[in-house]
Every structure is written in structure tokens, then in C-alpha cells.
């Protein structure tokens, strides 16, 4: 049974950082394609970025372009968010979600549909 487990969330003000976790347990995780997702209350869920099973490809919507960084460990079967900047407008509880990684994937992998697996999610909150 797959497991996605994310920690790291919290109240944060307007211009501080967060770096967010996701543990992945169940399957072996060298061979996932990782996304974040969030959803803010009242909204869609939202992609956020995605990473190739060996981190050799990432994505990301436009408005965390050069504020937020995704990256992995694929010792510790751990992938990152690293969110810098952050904005009121960030605020949302934040999800990761994997897949098993393919060329195909990686092309769609802004589209939720093309996760198997999901964490439970964590708050974020970015205070003006």
C-alpha cells in the first residue's frame, strides 16, 4: 500500500519561506514522477510542480516560477517544496501526489488525473 505523508506546513508572514515535505512508502520511489498540488478555499485544486522520478525534469505553474523549488531525495523516498516569497495568495492546503513516471506522464503532469497516489495535504497559511 502506497503512503504519501506531508509535514512541514504552517502560519508563515508575507515574504518568509516554507519548506514542505513528502514522505513515500509502499512502492519503490525511484521509479515515481512527484507532483504538488493545492487548493485554497472555495477554489480548484491547483498544479503547483512536478519532478521526474530522477529529478532530471520540473515544472512548474507560472506563479511560483522563481519562488518555489521542488526537488528529491530518492535515498530518503522524500520529495521538497522549498517556497520562498510567499504570498497571501499561496495560502491553501498544499498535497503531494505520485505516479509512476513515463515520458507520457511527465508531458500531463499538471493534470491531477494522472496521479495514483495522494497525501492527505498541509495547511499553509500566509499571513498579510
Known amino acids: 500500500q502506497v503512503q504519501l505523508v506531508e509535514s512541514g506546513g504552517g502560519l508563515v508572514q508575507a515574504g518568509g519561506s516554507l519548506r514542505l515535505s513528502c514522505a513515500v512508502s509502499g512502492r519503490t520511489f525511484s521509479n515515481l514522477g512527484m507532483g504538488w498540488f493545492r487548493q485554497a478555499p472555495g477554489k480548484e485544486l491547483e498544479f503547483v510542480s512536478s519532478?521526474?522520478?530522477?529529478?532530471?525534469?520540473?515544472r512548474y505553474t507560472d506563479s511560483v516560477k522563481g519562488r518555489f523549488t521542488i526537488s528529491r531525495d530518492n535515498a530518503k523516498n522524500t520529495v521538497y517544496l522549498q517556497m520562498n516569497s510567499l504570498k497571501p495568495e499561496d495560502t491553501a492546503v498544499y498535497s503531494c501526489?505520485?505516479?509512476?513516471?513515463?515520458?507520457?506522464?511527465?508531458?500531463?503532469?499538471?493534470?491531477?488525473?494522472?496521479?495514483?497516489?495522494w497525501g492527505q495535504g498541509t495547511q499553509v497559511t500566509v499571513s498579510s
Open positions: 501526489a505520485a505516479s509512476v513516471d513515463s515520458g507520457i506522464w511527465y508531458l500531463n503532469s499538471a493534470k491531477s488525473s494522472r496521479y495514483a497516489y
Open positions: 519532478i521526474r522520478s530522477d529529478g532530471g525534469g520540473t
